[in-house]
């Protein structure tokens, strides 16, 4: 007679064997051992990108494959974002500062052994710039003369546009007003070249599904060749051997992992299955530095987290309101016990040294002065403040850095304040209708420059979203635009920012910072502000355990 | 052992709607030990719940009460079960989440139970037709996946409790229905209905003196399962970020923010888990116990 | 039973036909757009972005457009991919989702069936309550934290397998037996279940009594009745299944079709999110189907209604 308790348990048996089969016991090469000694580097990307298109990719996920993919006119070393000659040998500047000539390498080639020419950057110019194509980064290319014109239409010859290929190897580029923070500019991916006669073998010029960059399609001119691309798996690229430079490559490949879970990307690099992780989730990041501190490096970035304040819905649209609530939070308190990722404190928008410059005005925190500000106002003691929310959009962080206001206002200021989390899009197109009170944002620098935070506030900005217009900063701000004069400029930032937080339209809160895992196999990688990768220099040793 | 006169057999409702069927029921699930336990586990977490608003005089710590210098910490004598990084009591945070968890799966159970059993019966008891156009409906909302449903509808209404209790009793009626209108379609045949359409009753009196009776046990059960259920779906949601929002919690907020950091704060993982698996668990097993003592077809001495 | 299956493939296309228009118009009368992002782009560009994929048409146009291309089978672009058509991105991630929700169904099987049977056979003795036990867990721990468990213990601590990704015949056994824990559960419970009802029944009692063994008794009589309640559980659930699971799918870093679901609605991904509904609708109506006709099939005293 069979006994069913041992079928049962045969099963139960097969399986747990079955399991530790396929676990396998004892020690088995990681992958990251693997890549040490392949030259292959492993990097988390933190999601799956887009597209590998300059001018329809829009986000860092993009941005740090196309780093290895595509060289632009110059390139920034990676140690303090200074500018080394890239596509271009060597260039010059007119002395009025509108005309930039560039002189391309004469052995710089394509992945399909073309030549790179003036032509083909101008070309890609043009693409970036038809409003066909529609690309959303197109304003890099405004500060060219009549580029923003082309651009919305205006005119529809492009050859009134400041972009002219001298003869094969030179490419001269005219401004409207002298930009010296052009070539910061340049090192963005809306200014890589793209190879037009591929482009079109493959479709039309400006449709932005044409499958170019598929692996079997791609050209670009970088030092790496995409070899494959699975969604939601994982990007290859090899080393190009027609890079002009390759002799110099020491990476043979590169392998980004999409991962978007911070979880998960910090469990395979704790598991050596990636070498580095760009961002540790914050409750680990006090573990590491204190347990293992030779696995992170914490780097502040060019981004600021702010709370913007639409200034046409009462009672925000007194500014003594908005001083109040500005005056009364303990930025310390945020970054030290929520954040815990080495931010620092944010008193004013634009990061401190930001190429130079260092705002002088700053935030008080003064609880004292935030009451009197509040009774002024009309609200003495937080009597009859009407109920205001807080809209961010659903993460974690978010939403503690919320609830630790929240409390400190209605400690501070005796008022409530209402928490109101939204779902990604729908906070976004809250944020564009000004259908809130206070709102969470971010901003990431595009390049080292004071505008790239400051333009955000000109009245006609589409990324003000705070309905505040103030003209005399409008005119401080573009005039910092047009002139070459650094210190000119710089004083007409200075008095711009201090109008910006005297009228406090945002909350400046803290600064960010990369808390990134890497392990210390990678040599050759320098953290910088933009948190740029130079894929030419990083190579692996492997590690001696 | 009692017995059913004949006159009883012709008309069960007669001597009382069947009484020695539920004392009978009664006295099997009180000896089932694993029904008790878990009924008992119940009824103290749910008392510890919704009294939730005494503790905070009790204590001095309210759940959204924030404490950032003291942080994260681990059990001790004035936190007896820690805090969270926002220093945060966890046992008051749990004690209201617990109240806020059990409200949902109440409600939302409650939702379900009826759209379900009215939509079943009627589909059941109507045939045809009209069974088969309500048949389809339930198939066309079965097809429907849960998370995107769940988003829109979260993103349409904005985000409130009430609506938690409508999105996931509107998944779960589904099966309800399903199970009450194969119940009344196994009862309607049966020979005591026959029976008293030969007498002449009206359907009405058919439907709530004879048929339902029998619906009762399986719906009890159902309802009892659906409870664990729908706490989970809450937390499946809080995971995507659209469950119950701060500064409220529940059990699935907590289970979701432990999870997050069970290597740094393992507290905070395991009274949550601890808790709501307990309170997952009585329901399963009063549930079965329920199962096993309505179970109208074993005819177990 | 051919006709039946004919008329039940008919009666789904009106139920399509429905679940495409209200998923249209729940999708399209949600705030927020596919092309909303933090630094917001221009008004022209975003005009034209819309131009490009037909969004400013009038909505009704748009809807018709839309049924047309659906009979013809084509669901679309993506917009979050540009480059990428969703024809392209479920055939590719399907198979994936398909292959661990197999496996799964598997795990979810064995352990289940097994636990199920020795449960209801050696009813209230050690072999009922452990395995039972042992269920209530995997029905009451979320996926979400069962699988960084796992991860935690066998991945990082053990060093027996990846923590995540989807490369190596081992990277299935984790996420394999994370996403068939709550079902194997369900089905060890159902299992006992039916079987106790089986096994309760007079005719069962008298074959016992007369003295027939406890396997023969168990596969001549009892295992078609059951199976039922298993069958018309699986038919739902396994639609889920094979379609993939966002929680699991994010936590072991799967690349399969689960994740789809959830991305594509926050990300407004109009035509993904058309095409997911519409995909995993297909698979629901004929598992349902399928668990018709196998219940059907193992008592027939039920007819096709």
Not at chain 1, 176 to 194: E, K, Q, T
Request: proline residues 6%.
């Amino acid at each position: 007679m069979i006994n069913n308790s041992t079928v049962g348990q045969n099963v139960y048996l097969t399986i747990l064997c079955l399991a530790l089969l396929a676990g396998g016991c004892g020690q088995r090469e990681t992958l990251a051992a693997i890549g040490d000694r392949t030259q292959e580097l492993r990097l988390n990307n933190e999601g799956e990108p887009s597209s590998l298109d300059p001018a329809v990719a829009i986000g860092t996920i993009e941005h740090y494959i196309m780093l290895s993919l595509y060289e632009g006119l110059v390139a920034p070393d990676p140690k303090d974002l200074s500018l080394r000659p890239g596509a271009a040998e060597n260039w010059e500047i007119s002395p009025d500062g509108k005309v930039y000539t560039f002189h391309l390498r004469k052995n710089g080639r394509w992945s399909n052994s073309e030549p790179v020419t003036a032509r083909d950057f101008v070309e890609s110019y043009h693409r970036m710039l038809m409003p066909s194509m529609a690309s959303q980064y197109s304003y890099m290319l405004y500060p060219v003369k009549n580029a923003e014109a082309f651009n919305l239409g205006k005119i529809s010859d492009f050859g009134q546009v400041g972009f002219k290929a001298l003869d094969d190897y030179t490419l001269q580029v005219t401004l409207h007003s002298p930009a010296p923070y052009l070539l910061s500019m340049m090192i963005h991916d809306s200014w890589y070249p793209v190879p037009t006669a591929v482009i079109k073998k493959h479709g039309a010029i400006d449709d932005r599904t044409n499958p170019w960059t598929r692996p079997e399609n791609f050209v670009g001119n970088g030092p790496f060749v995409l070899k494959e691309w699975r969604m939601n798996s994982h990007i290859l690229v090899e080393r190009s051997p027609t890079y002009w430079d390759a002799k110099n490559v020491r990476l043979n490949k590169i392998y980004f992992d999409p991962t978007e879970s911070t979880d998960t990307a910090e469990r395979m690099f704790r598991s050596a299955q990636i070498h580095s992780d760009p961002q540790a989730p914050p409750s680990k990041v006090a573990f590491y530095r204190k347990y293992k501190p030779n696995l992170i490096k914490v780097y502040p970035l060019l981004a600021t987290y702010f709370y913007k304040i639409n200034v046409t819905r009462p009672p925000m649209n007194d500014k003594r309101v908005r001083q109040a609530l500005a005056m009364a939070i303990d930025r310390h308190a945020i970054t030290e016990t929520i954040m815990r990722a080495g931010e620092e404190p944010a008193f004013f928008l634009t990061p401190p040294n930001t190429a130079g410059y260092t705002c002088q005005t700053k935030v008080k925190e003064d609880v004292a002065a935030a009451r009197q500000l509040l009774a002024d106002a009309g609200y003495p003691d937080g009597k009859n403040f009407p109920p205001v929310e807080v809209l961010f959009n659903t993460l974690q962080s978010h939403k503690a850095i919320a609830e630790a206001f929240q409390a400190m206002w209605k400690k501070n200021l005796n008022i409530n304040v209402v928490l109101h989390n939204e779902e990604w899009k729908v906070y976004l197109d809250s944020m564009r209708h000004l259908d809130y009170f206070m709102g969470r944002a971010g901003w990431n620098g595009d390049y080292v420059d004071p505008s790239t935070f400051l333009d955000m506030f000109l009245t006609d900005s589409g990324n003000n979203e705070t309905g505040w217009s103030n003209a005399e900063y409008d005119r401080l701000v573009r005039l910092a635009s047009n002139t070459g004069d650094r210190a000119v400029r710089y004083d007409a930032y200075q008095k711009a920012e201090a109008i910006l937080l005297d009228e406090m339209p945002i909350i400046p809160i803290y600064f960010y910072t990369r808390p990134r895992l890497i392990r210390p196999s990678v040599r050759g990688w320098y953290p910088n502000v933009l948190d740029q990768y130079d894929f030419k220099s990083i190579y692996l040793v492997p590690e001696d355990n | 052992m009692a017995d059913s006169t004949p006159m009883a057999m012709v008309e069960p409702a007669e001597t009382g709607g069947g009484s020695s069927f539920w004392q009978d029921a009664w006295h099997r699930l009180w000896q089932n030990k694993l029904a008790v336990f878990g009924l008992v586990v119940l009824g103290v977490l749910a008392a510890l719940c919704f009294a939730a608003f005494l503790w905070p005089k009790i204590t001095g710590f309210s759940y959204e009460q924030q404490n950032l210098a003291l942080g994260p910490a681990p059990p001790n004598r004035v936190h007896w079960l820690g805090t969270d990084p926002l220093g945060r009591d966890l046992l008051a945070r749990l004690l209201y989440g617990g109240g806020i968890s059990l409200m949902v799966g109440l409600c939302a159970t409650a939702v379900s139970l009826t759209i379900g059993v009215i939509y079943g019966a009627i589909a059941g008891f109507a045939g045809g037709k009209l069974d088969m156009v309500l048949m389809r409906i339930v198939d066309i909302l079965y097809a429907l996946p849960f998370a995107i449903f769940v988003i829109l509808l979260m993103v349409f209404f904005g985000q409130n409790i009430i609506l938690l209790f409508v999105a996931i009793g509107a998944v779960e009626w589904l099966t309800m229905a399903r199970i009450v209108r194969g119940q009344v379609m196994a009862v309607k045949r049966q020979e005591f209905v026959e029976a008293a359409h030969a007498l002449g009753l009206k359907e009405g009196r058919i439907i709530f003196r004879h048929i339902v009776p029998n619906l009762l046990g399986p719906i009890i059960v159902y309802a009892t399962l659906t409870v664990p259920e729908v706490i989970l779906l809450e937390s499946f949601l809080s995971f995507l970020g659209l469950g119950v929002q701060p500064p409220h919690s529940s059990w699935g907020v907590l289970i979701k923010e432990g999870a997050e950091v069970m290597e740094e704060y393992p507290w905070l993982l395991i009274y949550p888990g601890a808790v709501m698996a307990l309170t997952l668990f009585s329901l399963n097993f009063l549930g079965d116990g329920l199962r096993d003592a309505l179970d109208v077809r074993g005819s177990k001495d | 039973m051919l006709r039946f299956i004919a008329r039940r493939f008919l009666e789904a296309i009106p139920v399509l036909f429905i679940i495409a228009t209200a998923t249209f118009f729940m999708m399209r009368l949600a705030p927020g757009g596919p092309f909303d992002s933090e630094k917001q782009v221009s008004a022209e560009v975003r005009a034209r972005m819309e131009a490009h994929y037909g969004l400013d048409k009038p909505l009704f146009q748009q809807y018709l457009l839309q049924m047309k291309h659906l009979l013809r089978g084509n669901l679309g672009p993506s917009f979050k991919y540009p480059g990428r058509t969703v024809n392209e991105i479920i055939a590719d991630a399907f198979p994936v989702s398909l292959e661990l929700g197999c496996e799964a169904l598997a795990v979810a099987l064995a352990f289940g069936l097994a636990a199920g049977m020795a449960a209801a056979l050696k009813q209230n003795s050690a072999w009922d309550h452990v395995p039972m036990g042992l269920a209530m867990i995997g029905l009451c721990v979320p996926t979400f934290v069962m699988g960084p468990l796992l991860i935690s213990a066998f991945a990082l601590h053990l060093d027996w397998f990846n923590a995540a990704g989807w490369f190596f015949p081992r990277d299935r056994v984790l996420p394999a037996l994370t996403l068939g824990a709550y079902y194997a559960a369900y089905i060890a419970r159902l299992c006992r279940g039916g079987f106790l009802e089986i096994l309760n029944q007079d005719y069962i009692r008298t074959a016992r009594a007369k003295g027939a063994g406890g396997a023969r008794v168990l596969f001549k009589h009892a295992l078609r009745g059951g199976i039922l309640p298993v069958v018309s559980f699986l038919g739902p659930a396994v639609a889920g299944l094979l379609t993939g699971s966002f929680v699991v799918e994010t936590i072991f870093g799967v690349p399969g079709l689960g994740r789809y679901f959830v991305t594509a609605a926050f990300n407004r991904d109009y035509f993904m999110v058309m095409g997911s509904v519409l995909f995993y609708a297909c698979f629901v109506v004929v598992l349902n189907l399928a668990a018709d006709v196998v219940l059907v099939w193992l008592n027939p005293k039920l007819r096709f209604e």
